[in-house]
């Protein structure tokens, strides 16, 4: 059977058919050459500055509407095919930090090859299981995926010629801004006090895409960190010239794990209350809030994609990410299995925690995974347990890239489910992504590290070399955790806990306050409310995963974060009380999808901007150095 979507169908122009060989091969050529080295080279340098990154499929989806405007209302699946397959380039490329930590660590690097290899393998496998479980999350317990949901109202959206059009322009526009101001800071000698302030156009931009409301929270443990750290250090918790980050991280990433803790307790119970629901509904009013009628009706699955042909693609990946993690990375294989079958439990949780509430804490199951590869072996009288740093990094890379990739996969999935996008091509498109990804994520990570030589310096055993465009929290993070395995620190330890402590009864006081409908009522009962719930939640009671950024970087990066939020949600709010002036706002403004904001596509912009002047600047210096080694 041939899906709707697939047919090929006569094209206005110089395009070729929907469907036809030259239609696949003019996505795929613009998603592997174009979208997805943007895409990759944004989230690696993201990670690298920052500590985290922003998934590419709005910037993915933008930009291959203008390649499938000429098809009109059915050119949404190719640019749906074309952002599944570059954000699966994307979310591999920022991969690169599993290198980085191996050489802050110390560790021997294995040749790009073998990594190659091992991340293709490991990516095979996460998008299988993210696959295998789209059934569930997707189409039986239907999800939200708030991301997933914003780009098929993007892609929908944009066969409005004008809309497109100042799409385009706020993101060019940012990336501009992005571009000539990091050129300028980094050459001109007149814009040299951009470096003394600490500007970072990718952290401002960051900021505005997610607002005061996740960044003032940083703010505030940032100065807190700040205020503390000459206490800390006459008591003997930093070292002399150690940041606060030091200690800090361990806090954060307690507080972290006490969120995720509640939170996995409650999606647990969310999706069982859901799936119940499911099962007890008539499939008519829900599914019809879930896509349109007409998608619904052209939504005819081929019966190539069987459970019985995925599961054996699963197995095959599955074997192929402990025989290679064996036997060609030297990892032990208790711990490569151990790794495997956490994996179909995280990639679930993350799974959905990323479809309620748009979180995919990657992190957290790299870290948990190696707690528990430490730990549980211990309990059950095993002497076997985890002692080396470099086997953890290595079996916690499968949980970090399986949760990445996989969940990526289900949230891809939940924009084609609502678009009628065919589920064989929409995973083909994956698979392609993740080869692509699979040599981007050692090749970009190693033209950034080789163009800026900081990025090697562990900045956890060397703070006082660290530099303020080079945050690596994530890598920071992962280190921490990997050096608790060789060194036992039981003060990290005791931080740890009390970080565990401040996450769970933080998250369950926020969960209390947000089901109160007395409270609801009241902090939309005046502006004096609404800014009083601005301060509970921002800065009295915000949530773990907000705040923790603060303790993974330093206060001027902090600052520029929260910063670019308070800037972003101002500028919405001013345009909200405009619109609310006027006596009928236009249906295109009230339909408008967030991630389509202005704050939000010109911070996207911004970051996408910086991240190629750096690539840019880098590239340029390799050159400079080769040219002048002849």
């Not at 002399?240 to 006490?258: E, H, Q, S, W, Y």
């Not at 019985?308 to 299995?337: D, E, I, K, Q, T």
Request: proline share 4%; charged share 10%; with cysteine.
């Amino acid at each position: 059977m041939v899906h709707p979507s697939e047919q090929a169908s006569p094209s206005p122009g110089f395009l070729p058919a929907i469907g036809s060989w030259k239609y696949h091969l003019l996505l795929a050529a613009v998603a592997i050459f174009i979208l997805g080295p943007l895409g990759g080279i944004t989230a690696a340098y993201m990670n690298f500055s920052l500590g985290f990154f922003v998934g590419g499929q709005v910037l993915a989806g933008i930009l291959g509407s203008v390649v499938t405007y000429g098809y009109g209302p059915e050119g949404k699946h190719g640019a749906n095919y074309m952002q599944t397959m570059a954000a699966s380039v994307a979310s591999m490329a920022a991969m690169g930090v599993l290198t980085q930590a191996m050489v802050w660590l110390g560790l021997p690097q294995p040749p790009m090859w073998q990594l190659i290899l091992y991340f293709l393998c490991i990516g095979m496998f996460g998008v299988g299981i993210g696959m295998l479980y789209t059934p569930m999350l997707v189409d039986r317990m239907q999800l939200t995926f708030p991301s997933g949901l914003a780009v098929a109202n993007i892609l929908r959206a944009l066969t409005d010629k004008r809309l497109l059009k100042r799409s385009i322009g706020t993101l060019g526009g940012g990336a501009g801004i992005g571009f000539s101001g990091s050129l300028l800071a980094e050459k001109v000698a007149a814009f040299s006090f951009l470096g003394k302030i600490h500007f970072s156009a990718s952290t401002l931009g960051a900021g505005m895409v997610v607002g005061a409301r996740i960044g003032v929270p940083a703010i505030v443990v940032g100065g807190l960190g700040e205020a503390l750290t000459p206490w800390l250090r006459e008591s003997g918790y930093l070292g002399a010239n150690d940041p606060f980050r030091k200690v800090g991280f361990l806090i954060a990433l307690g507080t972290i794990m006490g969120a995720a803790a509640v939170d996995i307790t409650l999606i647990f119970r969310a999706a069982w209350v859901r799936f119940r629901e499911q099962v007890r509904a008539k499939p008519s009013a829900h599914q019809h809030s879930y896509r349109t009628n007409e998608e619904a009706q052209s939504e005819k699955e081929p019966e190539t994609l069987s459970t019985g042909r995925l599961l054996a693609w699963v197995s095959f990946w599955a074997l192929a990410v402990v025989l290679v993690g064996y036997f060609v990375m030297n990892v032990p294989v208790h711990f490569m299995l151990f790794a495997v079958v956490l994996s179909f439990l995280f990639v679930l949780v993350n799974g959905i925690s990323l479809g309620i509430s748009d979180s995919n804490p990657i992190s957290s199951a790299f870290v948990v995974s190696v707690l528990l590869m430490t730990v549980v072996p211990s309990l059950l009288g095993f002497n076997f347990g985890l002692k080396d740093a470099g086997v953890g990094l290595l079996a916690g890379a499968v949980l970090l890239i399986a949760c990445s990739v996989g969940c990526d996969m289900q949230q891809d999935r939940s924009t084609g489910w609502r678009l009628g996008s065919n589920r064989v091509t929409q995973f083909r498109y994956q698979v392609i992504g993740i080869t692509m990804g699979a040599v981007c994520a050692v090749a970009i990570t190693k033209v950034f590290m080789d163009a800026y030589p900081v990025l090697a310096v562990n900045t956890f055993e060397n703070p006082e070399q660290q530099v303020d465009q080079w945050q690596s929290a994530m890598t920071y993070k992962f280190v921490g955790a990997l050096q608790g395995i060789t060194k036992p620190n039981p003060i990290g330890t005791r931080l740890l806990l009390i970080g565990l402590g401040i996450g769970v009864v933080t998250e369950i006081l926020r969960k209390l306050l947000r089901a109160s409908a007395g409270y609801r009522v009241w902090k939309n009962s005046s502006e004096g409310a609404k800014a009083a719930d601005f301060v509970i939640d921002a800065i009295v009671l915000p949530s773990p995963y907000a705040s923790s950024f603060g303790g993974f970087v330093d206060l001027a990066t902090s600052l520029w974060f929260g910063g670019g939020g308070i800037l972003g949600s101002a500028y919405n709010e001013y345009l909200e009380r405009a619109a609310a002036k006027k006596a009928k706002p236009s249906a295109q403004a009230e339909e408008l999808p967030e991630d389509m904001s202005t704050t939000s596509l010109g911070g996207g912009g911004l970051i996408a901007g910086e991240s190629l002047a750096a690539l840019a600047l880098g590239i340029a210096g390799l050159v400079a150095t080769a040219l002048g080694g002849n």
